[in-house]
């Protein structure tokens, strides 16, 4: 059964600085991954989707890469900002249906 | 363009009241699906459906129906509330590049 981490479950870190944060998933096999962004009280809201054949995803000041062999996909954050402040989450499907398995998010603050 | 949209944002019922969740998109995507969201169990899939007039379940289904009424509206109803499902619900729509675009989500409380 495919499972999603998410490491660490909350950062704070100071404005400008780069961060990354990690997602691993237990069975490669996966179409694709996505990315998205929470915030507190609001639906989500895409920010990459990485296909199983890309490594790599660039919009703006996010990049996500995705190591299939390894089971592991990050996002890079350049230069973070206060608006940054959110819960990101990372999700694979069950299938080509599109049912995606969550991690449980890591919860970003960025401190001005 | 709205997307997804859901109605209504807040409810609260009593235990073993029904009520009706309504999604709607308006992107012509095929593909549609039912979330909760819970503290320490993140988002599962309840129902979903690959097309208009098909459903299938997901990974926690009881004590819920849904109906693909249409290609744009995809609801889920509870018929006997239960505290367990206090939550709250969200509603996706899936193109095809495959991306989920999420609805504002509907706050449920059961008491």
């Known amino acids: 059964k495919q499972e999603v981490t998410q490491i660490p479950a909350a950062l704070s870190v100071p404005e400008g600085e780069n961060l990354v944060l990690n997602c691993s998933f237990t069975?490669?096999?996966?179409?694709?991954l996505q990315w998205f962004r929470q915030d507190p009280g609001k639906g989500l809201t895409s920010l990459l989707l990485i296909q199983s054949s890309q490594r790599e995803q660039t919009s703006g000041r996010l990049n996500a890469s995705l190591d299939k062999s390894s089971g592991r996909s990050t996002l890079y954050i350049a230069a973070s900002q206060p608006g940054d402040s959110a819960t990101y989450l990372c999700a694979v499907p069950y299938n080509q249906g599109g049912k995606l398995i969550f991690g449980q998010g890591t919860e970003l603050s960025v401190k001005p | 363009n709205a997307g997804v949209t859901q109605t209504p944002k807040f409810q609260v019922l009593k235990t073993g009241q029904s009520m009706t969740l309504q999604c709607a998109q308006d992107m012509n995507h095929n593909s549609m699906y039912w979330y909760r969201q819970d503290p320490g169990m993140g988002l599962r899939l309840i129902y979903y459906?690959?097309?208009?007039?098909?459903?299938d379940k997901g990974e926690v289904p009881n004590g819920y129906n849904v109906s693909r009424l249409n290609k744009r509206e995809f609801s889920l109803r509870l018929e006997s509330a239960a505290p367990s499902q206090t939550s709250v619900y969200f509603c996706?729509?899936?193109?095809?590049?495959?991306?989920?675009?999420f609805g504002p989500g509907t706050r449920l409380t059961v008491l």
């Open positions: 069975d490669s096999a996966i179409y694709n």
């Open positions: 996706a729509s899936r193109g095809g590049g495959d991306t989920q675009y």
């Open positions: 459906s690959a097309s208009e007039g098909t459903t």
